[in-house]
């Protein structure tokens, strides 16, 4: 029980608590001057080894593990906890402050801008013709896949992730609420998946690279500390035979290792990457 009321209209007042607080603001925009770095390569990455920014990093590397050779990289870290996001140069990048962001100088007369990512995700493979389907349908349904994953991960994160593993004090009605939704998508994980090798059918592609770093971090016990355990998560065998494939592929193992911050579970530190050797 609470006795809080909601006031007639909000104001920010104070900090709003939990791991992220020092940086929440109700505000967008720049806070501080800062340039972004710029390598050598067509395709800067601006990111974190976060699972929004694992997805662009996966795609990276499956794409120069299929021969693409324009995609060679340079990444650079952007510690989202220290509020690099809201340098100058990120936020020209991305307006809205949010991890990954991409930078496309291909045709230097005309560089592209890049943010969201499963937006990024969609433009490597139009512009690669890679890991998106030709067929109508399996197409249809790789980006219908790939769109759930985008309004369905908040739920995960921002929802279940927040209250559960974040949030300054632990409340029963939030958590049941956010662990309700969570294992229903699971459930709609499993049984897509107890018909299908991949997310789109016979094919990998950004569909399972948009949905992998998600939720089979948590299913692996990556994320959330023990909330594979309290999800039951064990309990969807189709989905995951699929974590476990995904897993196996050397391009997901090389792309989970960038841009991803030094931990004593993590001495794996990728700041920079600068060519197709660097993480072999």
Not at 105 to 129: C, M, N, T, V
Not at 189 to 214: E, F, Q, T, V
């Amino acid at each position: 029980m609470t006795d809080y009321t909601p006031p007639k209209v909000w104001t920010w007042n104070k900090p709003s608590g939990g791991q992220f607080a020092n940086i929440n603001r109700p505000t967008a925009g720049a806070r501080h001057e800062k340039e972004l770095p710029v390598g050598d390569h067509p395709l800067q990455l601006y990111s974190l080894g976060t699972p929004n920014g694992v997805k662009v990093s996966i795609m990276l590397e499956e794409l120069l593990a299929a021969g693409h050779a324009g995609a060679e990289y340079d990444a650079w870290l952007i510690d989202i906890s220290e509020g690099d996001q809201f340098g100058s140069g990120f936020v020209a990048l991305n307006p809205n402050s949010k991890i990954p962001a991409l930078l496309d100088r291909s045709d230097p007369a005309r560089p592209q801008r890049l943010f969201e990512s499963g937006a990024i995700l969609l433009y490597l493979a139009e512009k690669f013709g890679a890991f998106l389907p030709t067929d109508p349908a399996a197409r249809t349904a790789a980006l219908g896949w790939l769109f759930w994953q985008m309004g369905s991960a908040p739920f995960l994160g921002g929802g279940f992730g927040h209250f559960y593993a974040y949030a300054p004090e632990k409340y029963e009605y939030p958590i049941d609420r956010y662990a309700m939704e969570v294992k229903r998508q699971y459930d709609v994980l499993d049984r897509h998946l107890a018909d299908n090798p991949y997310m789109a059918g016979s094919d990998y592609s950004i569909a399972d690279m948009a949905i992998w770093p998600w939720y089979g971090a948590v299913a692996l016990g990556q994320a959330y500390g023990d909330a594979a355990t309290f999800l039951g998560l064990a309990d969807y065998k189709h989905f995951r035979g699929w974590v476990d494939r995904i897993a196996a592929r050397p391009a997901v193992q090389r792309g989970r290792r960038v841009n991803r911050k030094p931990t004593e579970d993590n001495p794996d530190f990728v700041p920079e990457r600068h060519s197709a050797a660097d993480l072999d």
